[in-house]
C-alpha cells in the first residue's frame, strides 16, 4: 500500500510540476503581449511600422480566437 501511495504522489508532484511550468510561461508570455500591445495601440508607432502593426494584429486576432473557442477544464490534473 505503501508503494502505491508514494507512486501516486510522485505522479502528481510531476503533474503539478508541468502545470507550474506552463503557468508561469503563460504568464510571461501575457506579460509581454500586453507590453507590445501597448505600443501597437498608440497611433504614432502603428503609422511607423506599419507592417509590423498588421502582424501584430492577425496574430493578436488568431490568438484570441484560439482563446475563445477552447474549452475549460477546471481538472486538469486527470485530463487524458
Known amino acids: 500500500m505503501h508503494e ?3 507512486v501516486v504522489v510522485s ?3 510531476k ?3 508541468t502545470i507550474s511550468e506552463v503557468m508561469e510561461a503563460w504568464i510571461v508570455t501575457q506579460r509581454k503581449w500586453m507590453y507590445l500591445e501597448g505600443i501597437f495601440s498608440g497611433g504614432d508607432i502603428r503609422t511607423q511600422l506599419v507592417e509590423e502593426a ?3 494584429d492577425a496574430v493578436d486576432k ?3 480566437g484560439v482563446n475563445l ?3 475549460y477544464n477546471v481538472n486538469i490534473i486527470n485530463r487524458k
Open 15 to 17: 503533474s503539478l510540476s
Open 4 to 6: 502505491f501511495v508514494s
Open 11 to 13: 505522479a502528481l508532484e
Open 62 to 64: 488568431s490568438i484570441r
Open 69 to 71: 473557442k477552447k474549452p
Open 54 to 56: 498588421k502582424r501584430f
